[in-house]
């Protein structure tokens, strides 16, 4: 049983940026993809980011791409999700997300981008707010 546990929980103004993590307790980090979504009241959970933790491949969402970097710390079991130059609508809960991903380049690569409902794992989520 994989456990994640995100942090961050953050308010912060519009422009601003803001860290969220995410830990995971399992002994083989690195073969996992983790990705993050989020949700907002009565919209369905959308794709934000994906990182392969072997190859360190990523994948975004065109909302995001160039405001979110994503990395990894394979030695902490630990992935982060740098925001910057935030929006009010970036406002949701985030939740991190693990899938266990084995294979060549093929498999990497589908694993980025799999949707919400494929993702075997889940983190409790965190509220991040961004006031205008």
């Known amino acids: 049983q994989v456990q994640l546990v995100e942090s961050g929980l953050g308010l912060v103004q519009s422009v601003g940026s803001l860290i969220l993590s995410c830990s995971a307790s399992?002994?083989?980090?690195?073969?996992?993809?983790m990705g993050w979504f989020l949700q907002s009241p009565g919209m369905v959970r959308a794709f934000v980011v994906a990182?392969?933790?072997?190859?360190?491949?990523?994948y975004y969402a065109d909302s995001v791409k160039g405001r979110f970097p994503i990395s990894r710390d394979n030695a902490k079991n630990t992935v982060y999700l740098q925001m910057n130059s935030l929006k009010p609508e970036d406002t949701a809960i985030y939740y991190c997300?693990?899938?266990?991903?084995?294979?060549?380049?093929?498999?990497?690569?589908?694993?980025?981008?799999?949707?919400?409902?494929?993702?075997?794992?889940w983190g409790q989520g965190t509220q991040v707010t961004v006031s205008s």
């Open positions: 997300a693990a899938n266990w991903v084995v294979g060549g380049l093929a498999q990497v690569v589908a694993g980025l981008r799999l949707p919400a409902d494929e993702y075997d794992y």
């Open positions: 990182i392969n933790l072997t190859s360190g491949s990523t």
């Open positions: 399992v002994r083989t980090f690195s073969s996992y993809t």
